[in-house]
């Protein structure tokens, strides 16, 4: 009965929109709990960059069981932890450090940037600096952050070569099977002289990435990965190696640079990797 009314609503065209309106009232619904029930942690500690609000101690994400054992045993970077969530606006951890590292690294005022799965609090704050295009290959699902979200496969970009300056994607590489096909994409609709940063969870204790292209099961996918929706678990150097066959040239900012966005409530020790096409 459930499949056959998902099957309807897709047909319909609807059911990611109303994932989406869905997804949009229950985190409305957090953000209200958390500001009172954080209410009595206001005050020195941590700052959101976003919202400017501080508290002692912000809202904790941590992994359920089968997935903290294959993200332990791994040591994988992957965004849980102890401060997670702003309690006040419900930013997290991964857009604060992007926000960071864009006001501090990058020149994006007034630039073209492609934004692949817009994440709600990064795309307000560029989309009133710079000209943002919001993209996901699921598009209805990101209606109620931008209802201009626009389709997009990131391994058969429909954008002419060299259309933007700056290309954003945060955590999506590691759900893409032909993820090199993604990167060499990105590199053909930056201008030369742009940049991307392509943030994913890795592991720095893994030789090998972890993937294997028959396992096509969420259960096992979870099991094997971390999450249900993802493909592989990435070995810093291997993907390193795949962006540049891809064609960037990679800086990767880590400590002590990093370290200064503490205040930020950021994921400790994660890395992040610009990645340039030469001029
Ligand atoms: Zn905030």
Same mark, same amino acid.
């Given at each position: 009965m459930k499949k056959v009314a998902k099957r309807l609503l897709l047909q319909m065209h609807i059911y990611h929109p109303l994932q989406s309106f869905y997804r949009g009232s229950i985190n409305f619904s957090k953000k209200k709990y958390y500001q009172f029930t954080y209410s009595k942690y206001k005050g020195k500690g941590f700052i959101c960059n976003y919202c400017k609000a501080s508290y002692e101690k912000f809202v904790p994400e941590y992994p359920s069981q089968p997935i903290e054992e294959s993200l332990n045993i791994n040591e994988v970077i992957a965004g849980y932890g102890a401060n997670v969530y702003c309690p006040n606006c419900m930013s997290k951890n991964r857009?604060?450090?992007?926000?960071?590292?864009?006001?501090?690294?990058?020149?994006?005022? &007034?630039?073209?940037?492609?934004?692949?799965?817009?994440?709600?609090?990064?795309?307000?704050?560029?989309?009133?600096?710079?000209?943002?295009?919001?993209?996901?290959?699921?598009?209805?699902?990101?209606?109620?952050?931008? %209802?201009?979200?626009?389709?997009?496969?990131?391994?058969?970009?429909?954008?002419?070569?060299?259309?933007?300056?700056?290309?954003?994607?945060?955590?999506?590489?590691?759900?893409?099977?032909?993820d090199i096909q993604a990167m060499k994409e990105i590199h053909r609709v930056l201008k030369p002289g742009g940049l991307a940063i392509l943030?994913?969870?890795?592991?720095?204790?893994? &030789? &090998?990435?972890?993937?294997?292209?028959?396992?096509?099961?969420?259960?096992?996918?979870?099991?094997?990965?971390?999450?249900?929706?993802?493909? %592989?678990?990435?070995?810093?150097?291997?993907?390193?190696? %795949?962006?540049?066959?891809?064609?960037? &040239?990679?800086?990767?900012?880590?400590?002590p640079e990093l370290e200064v966005y503490k205040i930020y409530a950021i994921q400790e020790n994660e890395k992040v990797f610009i990645c340039h096409k030469e001029k």
């Open positions: 857009e604060r450090l992007l926000l960071a590292v864009i006001q501090n690294r990058v020149q994006f005022k &007034k630039k073209s940037i492609l934004h692949f799965s817009p994440e709600k609090h990064l795309y307000d704050f560029l989309n009133t600096q710079a000209i943002v295009s919001p993209v996901d290959i699921l598009p209805g699902f990101y209606q109620s952050i931008d %209802r201009s979200t626009a389709y997009a496969d990131a391994t058969n970009l429909l954008f002419k070569d060299e259309s933007f300056e700056i290309v954003i994607a945060n955590h999506i590489m590691e759900h893409i099977p032909e943030q994913v969870p890795y592991s720095e204790k893994l &030789k &090998k990435t972890i993937e294997d292209p028959f396992i096509n099961n969420p259960i096992e996918q979870e099991k094997l990965y971390g999450q249900k929706d993802h493909v %592989r678990i990435y070995a810093l150097n291997d993907y390193l190696s %795949r962006l540049k066959t891809a064609g960037f &040239k990679i800086e990767v900012l880590a400590n």
